[in-house]
């Protein structure tokens, strides 16, 4: 018994022993926080994410890809924002064509729905561009937030259509909306990551 409790005391001692030789006074603490390309410090976790939510104008459509499999950086976010945001504005380039299909139109509308299939095919161009930016450079890049605003500017042509024609009602308004907010939010995470590593620059290695 004497003996296990010397041998435990030693162990103990031993332990105590390497810590103290890993905890240099003055040393400088090591900083594992994970880092981008560029070396900018990365944020993990929902925390992170919902953060990055917090400061894009539609909240609640941001914190929804949050929960995607997959999402758990706030560059991780940007592209699962870019994917959602190419993918409604497909979508609504099927259903304007589809529209079209169903109701053959005549007059103004024509105009309009061109205004229409070219405003997102426009904008699912400047979102994969946006991606490609993205995964190459992260959202460090300026030509990340012009692709991203084309895009958003882009989805304006098909209101802009009707707008030039006041006594005609849009079939697309819910649609639109839902375009708009997607790609707004694509623009809003890659400044809020922006802000976010200029406030929290790398340290020189």
């Known amino acids: ?40 410090r990365v944020l993990i976790g929902e925390d992170a994410c919902q953060r990055t939510c917090s400061q894009v104008r539609f909240k609640a459509v941001c914190r929804g890809l949050t929960k995607s499999p997959g999402v758990s950086t706030p560059q991780q976010l940007l592209m699962a924002s870019i994917r959602a945001a190419s993918a409604k504005a497909a979508d609504a380039r099927a259903k304007v064509e589809a529209y079209a299909a169903r109701t053959h139109p005549t007059g103004p509308m024509v105009s309009i729905l061109d205004d229409c ?33 084309d895009a958003l500017t882009s989805t304006g042509d098909c209101d802009n259509g ?44």
């Open 117 to 149: 299939r070219k405003g997102y095919d426009d904008a699912v161009q400047s979102l994969e561009e946006a991606r490609q930016v993205a995964e190459a450079q992260g959202a460090r890049d300026p030509s990340l937030n012009r692709k991203a605003s």
């Open 1 to 40: 018994m004497e003996r296990f409790i010397v041998a435990s005391l030693l162990l103990l001692l031993a332990s105590a022993a390497a810590v103290e030789g890993r905890m240099v006074p003055g040393a400088a603490a090591v900083d594992d926080t994970p880092r981008n390309a560029s070396g900018a």
């Open 162 to 205: 009707f707008e030039d024609f006041p006594d005609i009602e849009s079939p697309f308004a819910a649609l639109q909306k839902s375009v708009f907010r997607h790609v707004d939010n694509v623009l809003g995470i890659a400044v809020a990551i922006q802000e976010a590593e200029a406030a929290h620059p790398a340290h020189p290695h």
